[in-house]
């Protein structure tokens, strides 16, 4: 029986995660939840799986035998053998450090912890014997690919499925919706990372936290257009051979890599794959006069320092005042460069360095639209 901690469990990964725990009850036991604001289903959460402890932004209080405590203590039991990081967003950043300290078994599905502090984070895992799983299905893809290969990967090749905006010329979309950008053709995710995938810069952050996870360089790393998103991810070794990880577009899958690794469990409330209902697959390179967040978010967040650090709170700002309805899906690009074109230059920072960065690039984006 493994227990473990599920934080963000009302959100996307959060309940696709507790899916695959009613499908295993002799083997996982929930010993905590962490939720927001959304206090209704976690309620219901905590009905249903009785954790030990919860954790919420709302002013729920103990109930029901599960007692209040914050995420970074919680994590930092003693009896948690695995704990689901599913938050979206620099917030995410605290019980992770915690967790990783603990010498903790991390599924990471938060991938802005890591764009913000990947080295630092994998050094974590090193001087306190803690694991980072990942859980986004690129990166998942990627780790199955190269488990059990002796050398290191001669080139990564992430797939992007393009978003909601897919084949559309960027000048085209000056009036799309908050909804219309939400319809994501084949993944099924949170509001921020659907966006992200609209813009690509999804895929910026993909890239990031693929070179820090696997330590292989950002000039290893491409990015193809997949609209299908059966092809997860695929993978070069040095004598040219290449494997590819692929499966239906279902978060189920990679979040279950996560939670049995290293073991692989049978689970029948999954779909079977089929290649004939699959159908043709194609690749195409990224259409770059139609994606300005990617060349823009490459061109930042590959410099070091804590600049990735400042695209991920200048993203996430953004990323809200378009949902708010204060900026157009356009203007995405240039309230994030304007926000990093502010930002100063600091030389190896320290993991304050970077929460800070990332807070004061949040902040200094959203007051700029009376936002905070
Ligand atoms: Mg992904």
Redesign the pocket.
């Known amino acids: 029986m493994k227990n473990i901690v599920v934080l963000g469990s009302t959100g996307s990964v959060g309940t696709q995660t507790l899916d695959l725990v009613r499908s295993f009850p002799e083997e996982i036991n929930i010993f905590g939840l962490g939720a927001g604001r959304n206090e209704k289903l976690l309620i219901k959460q905590i009905n249903e799986f009785s954790p030990k402890y919860f954790s919420s932004n709302t002013d729920l209080k103990d109930h029901s035998g599960a007692s209040f405590i914050k995420p970074e203590e919680m994590v930092i039991s003693p009896e948690v053998d695995l704990v689901m990081c599913a938050t979206s967003g620099i917030i995410g950043m605290d019980p992770v450090l915690a967790a990783l300290k603990a010498g903790k078994v991390v599924a990471l599905a938060n ?1 802005e912890v890591l764009v913000m502090a990947g080295p630092y984070l994998k050094q974590l895992t090193k001087d306190y014997g803690s694991k980072i799983l990942p859980v ?4 998942s893809a990627i780790w199955q690919c190269i488990e059990g290969e002796s050398t290191i990967p001669k080139r990564l090749i992430i797939t992007a499925s393009g978003g909601a905006f897919r084949g559309r010329k960027w000048q085209s979309l000056a009036d799309v919706s908050p909804k219309e950008a939400l319809l994501h053709p084949t993944w099924r995710m949170g509001a921020k ?1 659907t966006i992200d995938s609209a813009t690509l810069m ?1 895929k910026v952050f ?1 890239v990031i936290e693929s070179s820090y996870l696997f330590e292989i360089g950002f000039e290893k790393i491409d990015v193809v257009i997949h609209k299908q998103s059966i092809v997860h991810a695929m993978v070069e070794f040095l004598d040219g051979s290449v494997k590819a990880q692929l499966g239906w577009p279902n978060m189920h899958h990679p979040i279950q890599r996560a939670l049995f690794y290293p073991d692989r469990i049978e689970n029948p409330a999954l779909p079977t794959f089929n290649p004939i209902e699959a159908g043709s697959l194609t690749f195409e390179p990224i259409d770059s006069a139609s994606a300005p967040c990617f060349e823009m978010g490459l061109k930042y967040g590959t410099r070091g320092g804590a600049w990735a650090s400042a695209l991920a709170g200048a993203d996430e700002a953004a990323v809200r005042l378009f949902l708010n309805g204060r900026i157009r899906f356009v203007d995405i690009p240039d309230v994030i460069d304007l926000t990093m074109g502010r930002h100063n230059e600091i030389q190896e920072p320290s993991i304050s360095d970077l929460k800070h960065t990332a807070d004061w690039a949040l902040n200094d984006t959203l007051a700029r639209y009376d936002s905070i």
């Open positions: 991938k986004d299905s690129e990166p990372i999804n993909e």
